[in-house]
Nanobody
Framework: QVQLAESGGGLVQAGGSLRLSCARS????????MGWFRQAPGKEREFVAAINWSYDSPWYGDPAKGRFVITRNIAQNTMYLQMNYLKLGDTAVYYCAAARSVGELIAGTVDYWGQGTQVTVSS
């Protein structure tokens, strides 16, 4: 069983930065690719970014392109999302996700979800 624990959310002013972390525990004998989704109030969950755990290759959804950077630390089984130039529209609950297929992960077919961390961007 895999557990995902997000941290790093909070309140930030527009234009500022935050770094989210997602620590994975359990199921370490299986390679899981990891990523981030977000869900704002009244909106559907949307893909933000993903990383191929083996090859360290990133994928970015439209919300992240040019502003966010996804990285991972294999030794610590931890993934990060550096979010820069934050906008009011980035306010959402950010979820960590893991899947055995990168393609399925990006499509939202996820094996495991974290509990989410709130990011609030203020003006």
């Amino acid at each position: 069983q895999v557990q995902l624990a997000e941290s790093g959310g909070g309140l930030v002013q527009a234009g500022g930065s935050l770094r989210l972390s997602c620590a994975r525990s359990g199921g370490t004998s299986t390679i899981y690719h990891m990523g981030w989704f977000r869900q704002a109030p009244g909106k559907e969950r949307e893909f933000v970014a993903a990383i191929n755990w083996s090859y360290d290759s990133p994928w970015y959804g439209d919300p992240a392109k040019g502003r966010f950077v996804i990285t991972r630390n294999i030794a610590q089984n931890t993934m990060y999302l550096q979010m820069n130039y934050l906008k009011l529209g980035d306010t959402a609950v950010y979820y960590c996700a893991a899947a055995r297929s990168v393609g399925e992960l990006i499509a939202g077919t996820v094996d495991y979800w974290g509990q989410g961390t709130q990011v609030t961007v203020s003006s």
